[in-house]
């Protein structure tokens, strides 16, 4: 009869440990994303650079820097994200062993379960409005980048009309 109260208590655990678990697959799917993205900001700041060195025109070599920068400044921000969502991840991690070691020593872990947990979205938070900064950036990157394209174009326009 004990065996079946301990598997009872087990699928409880487990039940408990559900709701985490799931929080863990949405942070990895996140983190995937932020991978993603990464690696594309990766790409084009090569592509810039190398652009940058084969650059005869001094016109066109200042926006190059100024998008080098900002890139740069990208990366930093999605680097922060992934390193706050991860350590988010992690203490989920710490959220459910907490629970699963609580109820084999039987002690309370209310209060370390409650922190722990506060403490991982505290760090998803922060990681998500850092996403979101590095997203502006790029937004304000992208609009600065039509105005240019757009007047280079007006001004083509006027020396063929001439």
Known sequence: MESITNIIDIATTIQIAVAPVFLLAGIAGFLNVLSARLGRIV???????????QSRYDAIRPRLESETASLWRRVRLINRSIWLCATSALTVCLVIIAIFVGEYIAIDIALTVGILFIWAMVLLAVGLITFLAEISISTQHLQQGLSVTMEESETEQLKNDE
């Open 43 to 53: 790409d084009r700041v090569r592509v810039v650079e190398s652009q940058i060195s």
